[in-house]
T-cell receptor, first 114, second 114 residues
Framework: DGGITQSPKYLFRKEGQNVTLSCEQNLNHDAMYWYRQDPGQGLRLIYYSQIVNDFQKGDIAEGYSVSREKKESFPLTVTSAQKNPTAFYLC?????????????FGDGTRLSIL | DAKTTQPTSMDCAEGRAANLPCNHSTISGNEYVYWYRQIHSQGPQYIIHGLKNNETNEMASLIITEDRKSSTLILPHATLRDTAVYYCIVRAQITNNAGNMLTFGGGTRLMVKP
């Protein structure tokens, strides 16, 4: 079945440690996105990529980094510079960046600080 | 993007139709209505979207009023697995390279009861 796979489902980070969240899609979508969701709140855009080898900062990119070396993969690194990383991280993709096509989401990674 | 207003919560009996309303009185002509739902601890799931015509897919129907100021999502035969928070989002078609963020409001918490 086509879809978006995020791993791991749960992740714990020690102080000063960088961690990488995986996002893979087999939908052949050009655009991919990373969001952060805090308890009782909506989504905030971290980074997005319109096409392979391209990415732009969203509203809250500080303390995060991404890469888009393959169409199907868009990993997110939460660096030690991100002082409040505890959140639910969601990866999404859409057929194209432009237009009205919907974004489809993975099941998320819940990151906590040890 | 236009603001949306949804009831905070609704109940529905299992097997009956669930009708979830959404007001978007400031919607612009180029803005689409999207519906997503989120089950606890999972990623948002796309349900349906439309511009002005009514839409139907395997999950639900979307009824948009003629003046486009409100819409209703219909789940024709609700099951216990439809218990979730349902989000109505209004967003314009993306035509430039600006951030393609989805903005989720409070949503409607639908409880399907046996």
């Amino acid at each position: 079945d086509g879809g978006i796979t995020q791993s791991p489902k749960y992740l714990f980070r020690k102080e000063g440690q960088n961690v990488t969240l995986s996002c893979e899609q087999n939908l052949n979508h050009d655009a991919m996105y990373w969001y952060r969701q805090d308890p009782g709140q909506g989504l905030r855009l971290i980074y997005y990529s319109q096409i392979v080898n391209d990415f732009q900062k969203g509203d809250i990119a500080e303390g995060y980094s991404v890469s888009r070396e393959k169409k199907e993969s868009f990993p997110l690194t939460v660096t030690s510079a991100q002082k409040n990383p505890t959140a639910f991280y969601l990866c999404a993709s859409s057929i194209r960046f432009r237009g009205n096509q919907p974004q489809h989401f993975g099941d998320g990674t819940r990151l906590s600080i040890l | 993007d236009a603001k949306t207003t949804q009831p905070t919560s609704m109940d529905c009996a299992e097997g009956r139709a669930a009708n979830l309303p959404c007001n978007h009185s400031t919607i612009s002509g180029n803005e689409y209505v999207y519906w997503y739902r989120q089950i606890h601890s999972q990623g948002p799931q796309y349900i349906i979207h439309g511009l002005k015509n009514n839409e139907t897919n395997e999950m639900a129907s979307l009824i948009i009023t003629e003046d486009r100021k409100s819409s209703t999502l219909i789940l024709p035969h609700a099951t216990l697995r439809d218990t979730a928070v349902y989000y109505c989002i209004v967003r314009a078609q993306i035509t430039n390279n600006a951030g393609n963020m989805l903005t989720f409001g409070g949503g409607t918490r639908l409880m399907v009861k046996p």
